[in-house]
């Protein structure tokens, strides 16, 4: 698979929950943790560059291009979204979505379905559609 090269910026956070390495992780209750997502459509704080464990210490990328692992099959060029509480992502379909998408980033590659690993542009943020 190819690696898009990009100047980046990893933070370290300590973990609230079991954090999936490669998973898109939410902000934490306090400052400086950061959480697996509750939901699909929530607000993406990074992708977790390791797994950890409850209170140990994990690098989150912010910006820049990250793995994260597909829900389902992704088209390249798709903006990718929180797809539920695995941290996985799935692809938003714009002109379908009836409200505010939160943006975790676009596809760089394609993803053949469930548990296939893609390289994404971080672009958090909120994606409105009409």
Partial sequence: MPRHVKQT???N???EAAITANAVVIAGTADNEVDMPGAADVAPWGVALEAAAIGESVDVQRNGYAIVI???A???G????ISGTDGRVAGITIGTTT???RLVGR???AASGAGAELSIELML???VTV
């Fill in 9 to 11: 910026t990893s933070f």
């Fill in 13 to 15: 956070y300590l973990a």
């Fill in 70 to 72: 597909a829900n389902a």
């Fill in 74 to 76: 992704i088209t390249k």
């Fill in 78 to 81: 798709d903006f990718v979204a």
């Fill in 99 to 101: 409200h505010d998408q």
């Fill in 107 to 109: 596809a760089m590659q």
């Fill in 125 to 127: 943020g909120q994606l």
